[in-house]
């Protein structure tokens, strides 16, 4: 019967309207400003692309269950190979940022027809010696969405649509896709997110859906002048968010089979992820604003200091040649703005780059609701070498204790007579709110 024009109109509570609401103009702002970062040079954009395609490859293969890190995703694409034991994870890598170049410098040209999904799909596997029989053509398996448990037993969580039904569902998805993009009676942003959890109900092609869907937001954001997309990664905050990921497709595709238009759980987490990606992109414009603004002798400082890590004053005095009054100097100004951070007392003091924009930045929170949700489990207060430890269990870097304190964030507080750190009312909320989800996603 096809899709109809009224599956586009999502169904949202009272609650998901004004989320929708405000989020599509926080992000219609910034995509009607993002002019103003032209003051940036050509070669700083590159830049900023070129590590956001690096984050973004690691970061959407990363979801699907490979094992490498950005550093070693850096190492691929340029050319150097890990290991042979990850000979896959390097092949779906370096498929994912062909991928990505592809979009980048041609989207203009990729119209959205199922012949082009299923070029971007051989291009996706280009890579993988396994995948070649089924490159760039429908499913002819079942693929259902699995689970599976520590005792090695696996579990469906969700039937995708069966390979003899899936040309059909994806002829009729494109088609009713471009005729919503064509009435321009609906958000754009709104039509993306029915186009991709419905492409992942489908379930098209035998393997790298989920890569593909990710691939695929990026082209159709571009498509219609987010033009701001290649210089911040979406991947990387659906990483960093990956159960409420699972846990809104799951509950809207479940939702669709009974009302095609209930899609309001994903679009809101969308929207979200969106928000949290302009963010981070604001983050970093904000520092190569300021880095446009160093002298050359700051630039040195400041560049010796990412090159080594870590420097100290002596350390900076003996590289660059210059003497320790004026290193010092540049030091402190470097520091005030914001460029790179001071550790230790004066005379053990060592300087490296700042954490802003390095540190994880999913949605509405810094990351952390995993660490969050456990010190609720133990009784809302933890001390502070646990806390240290906890945050690094869960793979952050110990500078986001005091990120989880700071009055933007505020999960956190500290306990004057005990020094233990606390949860604060907005903890406790994302707290419950996480171990839900959690909950949710193993719900069979």
């Known amino acids: 019967m096809g899709i109809s024009s009224e599956a586009f109109l999502p169904q949202l509570s009272p609650i998901q309207i004004g989320e929708t609401t405000r989020l599509l103009g926080e992000v219609d702002e910034f995509k009607g400003h993002w002019r103003r970062v032209r003051e940036l040079n050509a070669d700083r954009l590159e830049e900023l692309r070129r590590v956001t395609t690096i984050e973004s490859a690691g970061s959407s293969t990363r979801i699907e269950g490979a094992e490498l890190s950005d550093a070693e995703v ?108 064509a009435s321009a009676e609906i958000h754009p942003l709104v039509i993306i997110a029915r186009f991709i959890v419905d492409f992942l109900a489908v379930h098209p092609f035998q393997d790298g859906n989920g890569r593909l869907s990710r691939g695929l937001t ?32 799951r509950t809207s595709q479940l939702a669709m089979r009974e009302q095609p238009a209930a899609f309001g759980d994903w679009l809101v987490f969308f929207l979200q992820a969106l928000r949290t990606q302009k963010r981070a992109l604001e983050a970093k414009v904000d520092v190569e604003r300021s880095m446009l603004q160093l002298s050359d002798a700051q630039q040195k400082v400041l560049d010796a200091v990412a090159l080594k890590g870590r420097m100290t004053a002596p350390q900076l005095v003996t590289m660059l040649e210059i003497p320790g009054r004026t290193v010092r100097y540049h030091l402190d100004s470097l520091a005030r703005q914001g460029l790179i951070e001071a550790h230790g007392e004066r005379r053990g003091r060592f300087y490296t780059r700042s954490a802003s924009g390095a540190l994880p930045t ?31 269990k869960h793979g952050y870097d110990p500078r986001v204790v005091g990120l989880l304190h700071g009055r933007r964030i505020a999960h956190l507080r500290r306990d004057s007579k005990t020094g233990e750190s606390v949860l604060t009312s907005r903890g406790e909320e994302v707290a419950r709110e996480h171990l839900f989800a959690m909950r949710l996603a193993e719900r069979p």
């Open 218 to 249: 990026t082209l159709l954001m571009l498509q219609n002048g987010y033009e701001y997309v290649p210089y911040s990664s979406l991947e990387r905050v659906v990483e960093e968010n990956k159960t409420r990921y699972y846990v809104a497709l």
């Open 362 to 392: 999913p949605l509405a929170d810094p990351g952390t609701n995993g660490i969050i949700a456990e010190i609720y489990q133990r009784g809302k207060r933890i001390r502070k070498g646990e806390l240290i430890k906890l945050v690094k």
């Open 74 to 181: 850096a190492q691929v694409l340029q050319g150097l190979s890990i290991d042979s034991f990850r000979a896959r994870d390097e092949a779906e890598v370096k498929g994912y940022a062909n991928f990505l170049t592809m979009v980048y410098e041609g989207f203009n040209a990729i119209t959205l027809t199922e012949n082009h999904i299923k070029q971007l799909h051989s291009v996706l596997l280009g890579h993988t010696e396994k995948d070649e029989r089924h490159r760039g053509k429908y499913k002819t398996i079942d693929n259902h969405v699995e689970a599976t448990h520590a005792d090695g037993r696996k579990e469906i969580l969700f039937h995708t649509e069966s390979p003899f039904g899936t040309p059909l569902r994806m002829s009729e998805l494109v088609a009713a896709t471009n005729d919503a993009f």
